[in-house]
Structure formats: structure tokens, C-alpha cells
């Protein structure tokens, strides 16, 4: 079987039917070589046709995420990207909670420019990176680990319609106590900071408005999951996890469990 697949592999190097299949051949060769490594990584196709998206690109190459390690955030850019799309018709101002170089803030400004109301972005970051780590953030966080300076953010978003707020969440939050949003970024890697925000968010969005919590998911981040899901627990909202890492939830509508983990009914015969 192994010669079998060498075989293809082969072919498909060498005189392949289509790109593609060149470059499932290399994909093969990787995914050989990280079965040895990485056993319990999960590739995807790589004939997406976002990969190719040339404005999406430019964006990344801005940010230097389209090479290296970075580009690991690639995913989750392209989701915040995609989601941003979903909230164009909900009236409200947008907020980050956790900035860092301002990538996704660049991302929610942009989209503010194409929308037809005035809307204010909220910036909320120590710009001194990470709070103290709670006993809910594991032992891979330190304080102060993430910083970016705000002049260095500043230069990378210049826009006007921007309210920076430095400081320690959730210390300036009352500066938009009077605002209703329909887009909320969290990205603040620690249990306590990301409960603070979901607190102070959820009840100000619109209907239809969409908070994101970009460490929703990941082992690394298990305080920043347990404080959305432990805040969650009594809305009717749920957070949808998604294959990039992060989660999601759409104000006002209700979300079901993961339900391939509920014990399985009998299946009744369909009726005629
Ligand atoms: C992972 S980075 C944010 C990345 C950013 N959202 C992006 O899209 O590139 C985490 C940020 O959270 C900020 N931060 C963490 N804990 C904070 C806290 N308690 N108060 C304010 N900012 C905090 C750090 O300063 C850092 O800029």
C-alpha cells in the first residue's frame, strides 16, 4: 500500500492533472512528515479560496502575518473578516478588548468606513500588556507578557472615528456605559479581564449584534473560556466554536448545545 501511495505521490509531483494535484502531493509529503512529529495536527485543503484573496492579503502582509508564525492568526483574521460582514445591518459602535499592533481593530475600522452611520471603536488595552494571571489561566501566562505601545498601535490605525482608551480592564469601561454596540472583539487571553468584558458588553449589544472571544477554545487560554462559559450559562446564547479557534454569539438568538455529545435517542423511522 505504502508503494502505492509513493507511486501516486510521485505521479502527481511530476506530471500532475491539475495544480491541485500537485499540490496534494506536497500536502501528502507534509502530512507524512508531521505524523512523525505532530500526530495530532489537523491539516486542511489547501486550495482555499481565500488563500488567494489579494486585498485579504495585503491586510496580512500590513500586520506581517502572512509568512512565519504569525500567519497562524491568519484563520482567525478571515473570521473576524467574514463576521464583521454579518453585522453590517445592526446599528452601534464596535469595541476591542485586548489590541496589541491593532489587527483586528484595522479590520473593524475599515468595515466602519463602508457603513453609512457614524459609528465610534472603542480601544480598550493596558498597552503595558497582560494583567496578573489567575489560578483559572494555567501556568502559561506572566504578567505583563503581549505589550504594545500605544504610540506603536497609533501608527497602525489612522483612523478618526477611534476612542482609545489605555488602562486596565475594566477601569475605563465607563467611558461607553451609554453605548450600544453591534460588534465586540475580546482578545485578552486571562479569565478575569475576559469576564469583565463579557459582563460589561452583553447587555449593551443590539439585537443581532455579534461579540467574538478570540481565545474561545484553545487549551493555552482555559481561564478566557471559562469565564464566557460560565457567564453564559444562564442566556440563551451560546458561544458557536469555531475550526480557526474563537467563538462567537449573535445577541438575541439562541444557540443550541453541542449536541453530538448528548446521549443518542433511538432514531424514529420517518413517517410517511
Ligand atoms: C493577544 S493580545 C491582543 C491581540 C489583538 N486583539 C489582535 O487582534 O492582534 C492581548 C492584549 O490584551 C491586553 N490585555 C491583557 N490583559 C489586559 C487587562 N487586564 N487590561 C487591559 N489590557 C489587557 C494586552 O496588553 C494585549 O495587548
Known amino acids: 500500500m505504502y508503494l502505492k501511495t509513493a507511486f501516486r505521490i510521485l505521479k502527481n509531483l511530476i506530471s500532475p492533472e491539475t495544480p491541485h494535484h500537485r499540490d496534494y502531493a506536497r500536502l501528502d509529503i507534509v502530512r507524512f512528515m508531521a505524523r512523525l512529529i505532530l500526530p495530532r495536527y489537523r491539516f486542511e485543503w489547501p486550495s482555499l479560496d481565500w488563500w488567494n484573496d489579494e486585498s485579504f492579503n495585503a491586510y496580512l502582509q500590513q500586520f506581517g502575518e502572512l509568512q512565519g508564525a504569525s500567519s497562524?492568526?491568519?484563520?482567525?483574521?478571515?473570521?473576524?473578516?467574514?463576521?464583521?460582514?454579518?453585522?453590517?445591518?445592526?446599528?452601534?459602535?464596535?469595541?476591542?478588548?485586548?489590541?496589541?499592533?491593532?489587527?483586528?481593530?484595522?479590520?473593524?475600522?475599515?468595515?466602519?468606513?463602508?457603513?453609512?452611520?457614524?459609528?465610534?471603536?472603542?480601544?480598550?488595552?493596558?498597552?503595558?500588556?497582560?494583567?496578573?494571571?489567575?489560578?483559572?489561566?494555567?501556568?502559561?501566562?506572566?504578567?505583563?507578557?503581549?505589550s504594545h505601545s500605544l504610540e506603536a498601535t497609533k501608527a497602525n490605525l489612522p483612523f478618526s472615528n477611534i476612542s482609545w482608551q489605555k488602562g486596565w480592564i475594566p477601569d475605563r469601561f465607563a467611558q461607553a456605559a451609554d453605548r450600544r454596540f453591534a460588534f465586540v472583539h475580546i482578545d485578552v487571553d486571562l479569565y478575569q479581564p475576559t469576564r469583565d468584558s463579557i459582563e460589561?458588553?452583553?447587555?449593551?449589544?443590539?439585537?443581532?449584534?455579534?461579540?467574538?472571544?478570540?481565545?474561545?477554545?484553545?487549551?493555552?487560554?482555559?481561564?478566557?473560556?471559562?469565564?464566557?462559559?460560565e457567564f453564559l450559562k444562564d442566556k440563551p446564547e451560546k458561544m458557536v466554536a469555531m475550526a480557526s479557534g474563537g467563538g462567537f454569539l449573535i445577541k438575541g438568538r439562541t444557540t443550541a448545545g453541542n449536541f453530538l455529545g448528548l446521549p443518542r435517542h433511538e432514531l424514529t423511522p420517518a413517517t410517511e
Request: with cysteine; proline share 4%; aromatic share 14%.
Open 72 to 146: 497562524l492568526r491568519s484563520r482567525s483574521r478571515w473570521m473576524v473578516y467574514q463576521l464583521l460582514r454579518l453585522a453590517e445591518p445592526i446599528p452601534g459602535d464596535t469595541a476591542e478588548c485586548g489590541v496589541f499592533a491593532g489587527a483586528s481593530s484595522y479590520l473593524i475600522c475599515r468595515f466602519l468606513q463602508s457603513k453609512s452611520q457614524a459609528c465610534t471603536h472603542f480601544i480598550f488595552d493596558s498597552f503595558e500588556g497582560l494583567s496578573q494571571p489567575s489560578v483559572e489561566d494555567g501556568l502559561e501566562w506572566s504578567k505583563g507578557l503581549l
Open 200 to 229: 460589561f458588553f452583553y447587555s449593551r449589544m443590539n439585537e443581532g449584534g455579534i461579540l467574538v472571544c478570540d481565545d474561545y477554545g484553545f487549551s493555552g487560554c482555559p481561564g478566557a473560556t471559562l469565564a464566557v462559559d
